[in-house]
């Protein structure tokens, strides 16, 4: 292969590129076909508004108010009108009316779930920002210089080995005793969340760097003498990418559950903050007198993590060739 | 014999095509084909022309995506394409056996190969379990598998190959069947190998009075071993004849082209037979002769129209507008 | 065999002792101690904190603290810091009454997520697939104590049977007919809520290992054969693709841990799960530690488990 780099390098490179469509529009038009794909793509884009929107108007210009407190009015049912003589006017919610009802402090349910979109939203972001993150370094470390030693072991069997250890924890379990232990805050909960869960991750770009590491335009930017760097971020990481894109949507559904389950055991995202998780963790104590407070966010949860589940799914169908040559 | 009653196994305007993501795939385009008992009839083409799915479709063994959208099989006097699924099946492994292209893969990894042999005569010969093992055991010893009581007790994996192939081949022969189909049963052995497998399936043949259809790419194996040939291309035959006629005076330029990329010493070595240019996708088949665009003595005409198969001399068919007419001589 | 075997069992060892060295510094190094529970509590005087901590070692450097963990550990000394109760007995109760729930919560997804898995797998892409499988996301997708508390509402309305706890109060005076169907009612209801997620999340993995094993060659070849269509399915497709679910045995009993927190605190059942969540409350390191260090155990004994398994139906692994 070294007698004559040039050659190797002529035929490879050109390959891919002259395919009339990429692979990205490719896998587009695949999925554009899927409609449970698509539907979960457009529940995701209604949220993403509405997680913009609770930021901007819960917090900046407050036009729905998640904190004001209305004693008098506490557990109306969805849609009732606010009653102007018993709450002060500028507690009065938007429009006049409590478009989701009120919870047993006479909080506003909209505003509370718009808040806690953005919340909840950014919980499983940045969870899983930080597991793909983790997962993409060791897992693109031990199948790119598997075969460097480190005194008797190699790089490979030394990370994939931790990578053991992190999985014969009872993850839950492992999170539980961490943020219970920790401080409540709910960047502590993102970072546990990312850290207990980025092992999939690894083993999936380990198993592709080991297979790209072989393949011809990998060898022939080695013969070319390209920097590592290059070579790892340029060429191999974007080919790696499909999967990890396909468990990171899926890993923000089960983050999401995750917080709402650590919400439910009472070591979620603490008051006043409100998260669908602890909205509705709080809603079961009043599932017979404000029904609302409990199906509201259960079924909001039930939708957007549904969604990201089948866009995660429509996404391994569209991007995996072995299944669109069929 | 040659009359229409006489043929064991007859197909007749087969058409079949696949539902893909891409749209529908013409894999198949009106493939006629007649086999008398104990004759071997050979079909060659280039990779991908259809020989595969026209042998599945005879079984009715198309994936669930594959439909045949035309045309007749017919066995012994049967309409296989009328039959009831459980009539089908009893006529699979019985009365028609099947070798597949890919040994490495065509037997079950998790039964040993005695068990595999052994559930066809189960099935169609309903053998007890001794009497299963012991018929397993002599038909390993008549496919030339050494030490056959050991072997019989052995996974895939324990084997080469080429024993692999010969036990999918035990398999096919188990309950003597009338037409035995296979799909290149060597092109993924090595050379040595091959020779050995045909020569195995010339003695069974010879043995059992069995008919063989045998598809494969190499024009060398058909010079030894058939009577008749096809030869197909993109999913429709171009070409029919006896062996010494196809040598002497082919008449197709596909089928021309195909004995000069033939290694002229070796009929054996098994070379990747290379014609300039490439076979057309089945999505974008011309509305012409499909051969056209690579074809050295094109005419106007062969773009547009298609020509149709026909007799040149007894015995002799070719599609092609060169040689249209020349029949009527 | 053998060596592989050994071989296997002493890296485990090895990995065993870095995930307690591990577990152990996560749970000592992160801020809250025992003593800490309760500040407010005024009948604690500084005093008795100074107790606690000599009591419980807590001013010892930690890899002392370590060293009489595991030595305690390994004695049986090893105490509950809130109770004092020895905590290897307290584990061992809890177990038992963990068990019968994950036991039954098992069986019902094996026995329910295979024939759903292998009827859509067969049916693929029929109303019965696209049925399940939007089924199966749904339930993947809803919160474990969302639905629950919606599905207990319902059997509570539907069938007016209790299911909270592990047995009725009172009942013990009644009849042993009596007696026995109420515990089965608190022991079924439980285990088939909580099942639910475990079959969708099986069953789809057991469809998409079906779709692709009856795509192989051989099941082409037994087709072939004459085989019947049913013993394609069962004999030849199903043998393969069961073989990677005979590694699932191994990760089940670590389950009995992490996995029942939340449906045993829904149901008030006293199991490991809420052994765990009481003692990560208290900050009762002991038992937080041992039950992380059973888990780990139990892991990696499971993977051993499935991996000898593996070379067992899978003629084609041989260890050696
Ligand atoms: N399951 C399928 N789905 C879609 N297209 C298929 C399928 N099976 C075969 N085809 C298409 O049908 C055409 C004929 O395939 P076939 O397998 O019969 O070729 P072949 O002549 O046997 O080639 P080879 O020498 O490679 O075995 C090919 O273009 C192939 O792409
Ligand atoms: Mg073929």
């Keep these: 292969m070294s007698a004559a780099p040039g050659h190797v390098v002529a035929e490879p490179a050109g390959g891919p590129l002259r395919a009339s469509e990429s692979p990205l529009q490719q896998a587009w038009r695949m999925l554009r076909r899927d409609r449970l794909a698509m539907a979960g793509l457009a529940v995701l884009a209604l949220l993403a508004v509405a997680a913009g929107a609770g930021k901007v108007l819960t917090e900046w210009y407050v036009v729905f108010d998640p904190a004001a407190v209305r004693l008098p009015e506490k557990l109306r049912a969805p849609l009732s009108v606010a009653d ?111 850290v207990t869960s980025w092992m999939g991750t690894a083993r999936l770009v380990r198993g592709e760097f080991l297979s790209l590491r072989e393949q011809d335009f990998v060898v022939a930017a080695q013969a070319l003498g390209l920097p590592e760097r290059r070579i790892i971020f340029r060429h191999m990481v974007p080919n790696a990418i499909a999967p990890v894109l396909v468990s990171a949507t899926i890993g923000v559904a089960s983050a999401i559950l995750t917080e709402s389950a650590l919400s439910f055991l009472g070591f979620g995202v603490q008051p006043p903050d409100a ?26 949860i039930l939708v957007v993590v549904l969604a990201f589940n089948l866009l995660g799914e429509g996404l391994r169908e569209a991007l995996n060739p072995k299944l669109r040559s069929r | 014999m040659g009359g229409a009653a006489g043929a064991l196994l007859e197909v007749r305007d087969l058409h079949v095509s696949f539902d893909t993501e891409a749209g529908a795939v013409p894999a198949v385009r009106g493939v006629d084909l007649r086999v008398q008992r104990g004759e071997t009839l050979a079909v060659v083409g280039e990779s991908g022309c259809g020989k595969s799915v026209t042998a599945l479709a005879i079984l009715r063994l198309l994936d669930p995506s594959g439909r045949i959208e035309r045309g007749a099989v017919r066995f012994d006097g049967q309409d296989l394409l009328g039959l009831s699924e459980p009539e089908m099946r009893a006529l699979r492994g019985r009365r028609i056996g099947m070798v597949f292209q890919e040994p490495m893969t065509s037997l079950n990894p998790v039964f040993t190969v005695g068990d595999q042999i052994g559930e066809v005569l189960a099935i169609h010969r309903g053998l007890g379990k001794r009497e299963r093992r012991a018929e397993a055991i002599r038909l390993l010893e008549k496919v030339g598998i050494p030490a056959a009581a050991e072997r019989v007790d052995q996974y895939p994996h324990e084997m080469s190959g080429g024993m692999k192939q010969r036990v999918m081949i035990a398999i096919a022969i188990a309950c003597e069947p009338e037409v035995l189909i296979a799909d290149e049963p060597t092109t993924a052995l090595d050379v040595t190998v091959q020779a050995q497998i045909l020569d195995l399936l ?14 494969t790419h190499n024009l060398g194996v058909v010079a030894q071993f058939a009577q008749r040939v096809l030869v197909m291309y993109a999913g429709k035959i171009v070409e029919r004849s006896d062996v010494a006629t196809l040598f002497r005076e082919p008449l197709h330029p596909y089928t021309r082209a195909l004995l000069r990329a033939l290694p002229s010493r070796s009929a054996h070595a098994e070379r990747l037979v290379s014609i300039a240019g490439t076979v057309p996708s089945p999505l974008e088949y011309p509305p012409g002769c499909a051969f056209c665009a690579r074809c050295p003595d094109v005419l106007p005409r062969c773009a547009d129209d298609e020509p149709r198969l026909e007799g040149v001399e007894a015995g002799h068919a070719v599609a092609c507008w060169l040689h249209a007419g020349t029949g009527a001589r | 065999m053998w060596t592989f075997v050994i071989r296997s069992v002493l890296q485990r060892l090895v990995l065993l002792v870095v995930i307690s060295i591990l577990a152990h510094s996560v749970v000592h190094l992160a801020p809250g101690e025992p003593s800490q529970v309760d500040p407010s509590n005024p009948r604690l005087k500084p005093e008795d904190i100074a107790r606690i901590r000599e009591a419980f070692r807590l001013d010892e450097p930690i890899h002392l603290q370590y060293a009489y963990w595991i030595h305690d550990l390994f004695t049986g000394e090893l105490k509950s810091f809130r109770d004092d109760q020895p905590v290897l007995p307290k584990i061992w109760r809890r177990f038992l009454n963990s068990l019968p729930l994950f036991v039954c919560a098992t069986l019902i997804v094996w026995t329910l997520a295979f024939p759903t898995g292998i009827a859509a797998a067969v049916r693929r892409g029929r109303a019965f697939d696209r049925g399940s499988t939007f089924l199966a996301y749904a339930m993947i997708s809803t919160p474990g104590f969302f639905l629950a508390y919606v599905l207990i509402l319902w059997v509570v309305d539907t069938f007016n049977v209790p299911v909270i706890g592990m047995r009725t109060f009172g009942m013990d005076a009644g009849s042993p007919v009596n007696y026995w169907m109420d515990r089965l009612w608190h022991l079924v209801i439980p285990s088939a809520i909580s099942a639910l997620g475990g079959i969708a999340v099986l069953s789809r993995y057991v469809r998409s290992q079906m779709l692709e094993v009856v795509g192989q060659d051989y099941v082409r070849t037994a087709r072939a054969k004459g085989v019947a269509e049913d013993a394609v399915i069962y004999r030849h497709a199903l043998r393969n693709a069961l073989l990677p679910f005979v590694t699932m045995f191994g990760f089940l009993i670590p389950g009995l841990i992490g996995g029942s927190v939340i449906f045993e605190t ?55």
């Design chain 1, 84 to 194: 102007a003589e018993r709450v002060a006017p500028e507690d009065l919610p938007a429009l006049g009316i409590y478009l989701l009802g009120t919870d047993e402090l006479g909080r506003d349910v909209f505003a509370r779930m718009l808040q806690g979109s953005f919340v909840s939203l950014s919980i499983g972001f940045v969870a899983v920002g930080i597991s793909v993150a983790i997962g993409i370094l060791i897992g693109g470390l031990s199948g790119y210089y598997g075969n460097v030693k480190l005194g008797f072991i190699t790089v490979d069997t030394l990370l994939m080995r931790f990578t053991d250890v992190m999985l014969s924890f009872p993850t839950f379990f492992l999170i539980l005793t961490v943020v219970a232990l920790l401080p409540p805050s709910i960047y502590n909960i993102m970072i546990v969340i990312g």
């Design chain 3, 266 to 320: 829904i149901f008030a059942w006293p199991g490991l799960g809420r052994l765990g969540y009481d003692a990560i409350l208290g900050r009762d390191f002991p038992v937080i530690l041992t039950l992380n260090f059973i888990a780990a155990v139990l892991t990696l004994a499971g993977t051993l488990v499935s991996d000898v398994l593996y070379a067992v139906v899978d003629p084609r692994i041989r260890y050696d």
């Design chain 1, 275 to 300: 998260t669908w998780g602890n909205i509705l963790a709080d809603g079961r104590s009043f599932i017979f007198d404000a029904p609302w407070l409990f199906f509201v966010p259960g079924a909001a």
């Design chain 2, 202 to 215: 010339r003695a069974l043949q010879q043995e059992m009075r069995m008919a063989i259809v045998l598809i």
